[in-house]
């Protein structure tokens, strides 16, 4: 099903680890831990109409072997950080995902 609200949360992709806080990076256990490597980091499409003035965020979801996969609505100028970031671990990125394709 949709998302029905977003909340705030905290990432953190260090190594093989990519991590969510649902409490700030100083709560401890994080909330989810997966391997970074057994991920597929998803770009998804911009909403119908939408412009690069109306796109100030964007959301992108990682899928994990296991059938987990973690949502993050993030601000539209980071994604080249998340991309690389994500790149450099040799994770794969799906530009575009949409999940009725």
């Not at 949502?71 to 080249?80: H, M, Q, Y």
């Not at 998340?82 to 450099?88: K, L, N, Q, V």
Request: with cysteine; hydrophobic share 45%; charged share 25%.
């Amino acid at each position: 099903g949709a998302v029905a609200r977003w909340k705030t949360r905290w990432f953190v992709l260090h190594e093989d680890e990519l991590a969510y806080y649902s409490r700030g990076l100083a709560a401890a256990p994080p909330r989810f831990v997966g391997a970074a490597s057994r991920a597929t980091l998803r770009l998804h499409k911009p909403p119908q109409g939408a412009t690069a003035r109306t796109m100030t965020t964007r959301n992108l979801s990682w899928a994990f072997g296991d059938g987990h996969a973690v949502f993050l609505r993030a601000p539209a100028d980071s994604l080249k950080l998340w991309i690389d970031a994500c790149e450099d671990r040799r994770m794969p990125v799906q530009r575009n995902f949409s999940a009725t394709d």
